[in-house]
């Protein structure tokens, strides 16, 4: 029996077909008709008034940071559990990361906790929707506009989830996606931001552009393209363009599908986790993404031998995000703002099962049986 493996990224019959018809073409580097078409799919999938696919959601949080206007000096508020490009987006910008604690009903910063770490320095808050679970951005939309703070959502998990207070990303001032490989959404790796100020168009076509204005010269609206703001290589080539395009028609059939998977763990699982002290994910109103199941084990020393023992069946389950206030980089280059009691706590019980498009009845059999006899 081989190994149940954490993720799979998805294939559709369509990626290969795309891919050949843009090697068939002279227009393989970015911009192209893929590119326009993975655009526009997004637009209709969120909403969101502007798109542009990125590189990864890495440089699409660089974009995200800068186009908010933080600054050298300025601090942006983020959760303390969250992916490192969060924090190192913030520090390429010359600015400091301050680490706020998490719920751990939701995995989310703790919105009550966000106020506490404003300073007269603080530029933006940064949110992450764990697993696509919403983040209570009525709060941190109330905090923003009483502080005058923009507003980044880093919706990598959460692509297309909608809320009663719009769809994610869409949300705060700017959004970003990720297309990496172990998301339900995929190129290999890739990304985007979305936004619906019409101004923030021009700067972020010409930072995605190297620093030019290239984007408004292939729309003929100038006669040569030249170097006119800081800029980096954040355009994808038209053959990610190509994979994402037959992946974003695939939506509905993989969200289905992981949604199968992540109802039948909840099921088999609800009794075992409740006369185990066990904690399942339960995202509130049901709303989330199907990116990740997540449960909490009693006690870390538990949740090691759980890991430890599942592993060994060949049943790679895993933990997540090592908080960023206690790696190497959060201390050099960010700050703390109160405590980390369940950033620490959520961090250290948590476990999640795999999940992906296509795992089969068998599958999820065989990771709720090990799980439950470990
Ligand atoms: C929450 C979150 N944000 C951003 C990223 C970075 O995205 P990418 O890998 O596309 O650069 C990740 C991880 O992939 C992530 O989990």
């Given at each position: 029996?081989?190994?149940?493996?954490?993720?799979?990224?998805?294939?559709?019959?369509?990626?290969?077909?795309?891919?050949?018809?843009?090697?068939?073409?002279?227009?393989?580097?970015?911009?192209?008709?893929?590119?326009?078409?993975?655009?526009?799919?997004?637009?209709?999938?969120?909403?969101?008034?502007?798109?542009?696919?990125?590189?990864?959601?890495?440089?699409?949080?660089?974009?995200?940071?800068?186009?908010?206007?933080?600054k050298p000096g300025d601090e942006v508020i983020l959760p303390s559990f969250t992916f490192s490009s969060g924090a190192t987006a913030i520090v390429a910008a010359g600015a400091t990361p301050?680490?706020?604690?998490?719920?751990?009903?939701?995995?989310?910063?703790?919105?009550?906790?966000?106020?506490?770490?404003?300073?007269?320095?603080?530029?933006?808050?940064?949110?992450?929707?764990?697993?696509?679970?919403?983040?209570?951005?009525?709060?941190?939309?109330?905090?923003?506009?009483?502080?005058?703070?923009?507003?980044?959502?880093?919706?990598?998990?959460?692509?297309g989830v909608t809320t009663p207070a719009g769809v994610l990303g869409t949300i705060g001032d700017v959004g970003i996606q990720s297309f990496h490989d172990t998301k339900n959404v995929h190129?290999?790796?890739?990304?985007?931001?979305?936004?619906?100020?019409?101004?923030?168009?021009?700067?972020?076509?010409?930072?995605?552009?190297?620093?030019?204005?290239?984007?408004?010269?292939?729309?003929?609206?100038?006669?040569?393209?030249?170097?006119?703001?800081?800029?980096?290589?954040?355009?994808?080539?038209?053959?990610?363009?190509?994979?994402?395009?037959?992946?974003?028609?695939?939506?509905?059939?993989?969200?289905?599908?992981?949604?199968?998977?992540?109802?039948?763990?909840?099921?088999?699982?609800?009794?075992?986790?409740?006369?185990?002290?066990?904690?399942?994910?339960?995202?509130?109103?049901?709303?989330?993404?199907?990116?990740?199941?997540?449960?909490?084990?009693?006690?870390?020393?538990?949740?090691?031998?759980?890991?430890?023992?599942?592993?060994?069946?060949?049943?790679?389950?895993?933990?997540?995000?090592?908080?960023?206030?206690?790696?190497?980089?959060?201390?050099?280059?960010?700050?703390?703002?109160?405590?980390?009691?369940?950033?620490?706590?959520?961090?250290?019980?948590?476990?999640?099962?795999?999940?992906?498009?296509?795992?089969?009845?068998?599958?999820?059999?065989?990771?709720?049986?090990?799980?439950?006899?470990?």
């Open positions: 029996m081989g190994p149940i493996l954490f993720s799979r990224p998805f294939h559709s019959p369509a990626e290969i077909q795309n891919v050949a018809d843009v090697l068939a073409t002279d227009h393989v580097h970015g911009d192209g008709p893929f590119t326009a078409s993975a655009t526009a799919r997004l637009k209709q999938m969120t909403g969101a008034a502007h798109a542009l696919l990125t590189t990864s959601g890495t440089h699409a949080l660089e974009m995200a940071v800068r186009l908010v206007g933080v301050v680490f706020v604690d998490m719920e751990l009903a939701t995995g989310n910063i703790a919105a009550d906790q966000i106020e506490a770490a404003i300073t007269d320095r603080t530029r933006a808050i940064e949110v992450m929707h764990y697993g696509g679970v919403p983040v209570d951005m009525s709060s941190v939309g109330k905090l923003a506009a009483r502080y005058q703070l923009r507003v980044i959502e880093d919706n990598a998990h959460g692509l190129c290999g790796e890739g990304g985007a931001v979305l936004f619906g100020t019409d101004a923030l168009t021009e700067p972020a076509e010409v930072m995605r552009e190297k620093g030019t204005n290239r984007s408004k010269f292939l729309r003929g609206q100038v006669d040569k393209y030249t170097w006119v703001d800081w800029g980096s290589s954040y355009l994808p080539s038209e053959l990610n363009a190509a994979v994402l395009d037959a992946q974003l028609a695939s939506f509905d059939t993989i969200q289905a599908a992981r949604f199968e998977v992540w109802n039948a763990y909840r099921e088999q699982l609800a009794d075992w986790a409740a006369t185990n002290g066990v904690t399942l994910m339960e995202p509130p109103g049901g709303v989330h993404a199907a990116h990740v199941f997540w449960l909490l084990l009693p006690t870390p020393e538990r949740r090691d031998e759980v890991l430890a023992s599942m592993r060994a069946e060949g049943v790679q389950a895993t933990f997540h995000y090592v908080p960023l206030h206690s790696s190497p980089a959060g201390q050099a280059f960010g700050r703390t703002s109160g405590t980390m009691v369940n950033t620490d706590d959520f961090a250290a019980r948590q476990l999640r099962l795999p999940l992906w498009a296509g795992m089969s009845e068998a599958d999820i059999a065989r990771v709720v049986a090990t799980l439950k006899k470990s």
